[in-house]
């Protein structure tokens, strides 16, 4: 029930293409719902959050769509770009608690 | 400004010796984790320091020994390593918003056990 699914593992697009990235979870405790994006070699950085209480969230190019009756939530990439090629982790949490359940990964390709 | 600063970048090191990992931040946030992440895996939660007391520890093997001098610094001690302990380690810290805590990781650090 702790454990957040994530899907596709990899996925590659052609530059200017919207890849989506999906992520499942049991626990309707969780209440925090975070993306981070991985560079090879580098420390995964916060991309964009949300809450349970809206269904959307953007912030630039990166949509967040958030299905509380379906406990489902995506990272979508508008005019995608080279430069986002990339890991994505979704993850999850309580509130007031220190612990991040992160989903597998999804390694994003974008070609020119 | 959300910097996480981890030295050393990389880290070679035998299985006898005894090294330290360093992270540092400066933004004020509350608490300070350390995780490890394999090849092409998320990262896992080692510990959790919250107000400079240890709140969270991921049952770590012994040879992981993790400090907090105080509000801004953490460190990990490692001893008599395993080559299965090959990783890049990671520190995080974060800041509260509305009830969830907003984690931002350093760069980490490479670490070779030989």
Known sequence: QQQVKQSPQSLIVQKGGIPIINCAYENTAFDYF?????????????????RPDVSEKKEGRFTISFNKSAKQFS??????????SATYFCAASMMNTDKLIFGTGTRLQVFP | ?????????????????KKSLKCEQHMGHRAMYWYKQKAKKPPELMFVYSYEKLSINESVPSRFSPECPNSSL????????QP?????????????????YEQYFGPGTRLTVT
């Open chain 1, 34 to 50: 975070p993306w981070y994006q991985q560079f090879p070699g580098k420390g995964p950085a916060l991309l964009i959050a949300i």
């Open chain 1, 75 to 84: 990272l979508h990439i508008m005019d995608s770009q080279p430069g986002d």
């Open chain 2, 1 to 17: 400004d959300t910097e996480v600063t981890q030295t050393p970048k990389h880290l070679v090191m035998g299985m006898t010796n």
């Open chain 2, 74 to 81: 953490l460190n990990l001690h490692l001893h008599a390593l």
């Open chain 2, 84 to 100: 299965e302990d090959s990783a890049l380690y990671l520190c995080a810290s974060s800041q509260e918003r509305g009830g969830s």
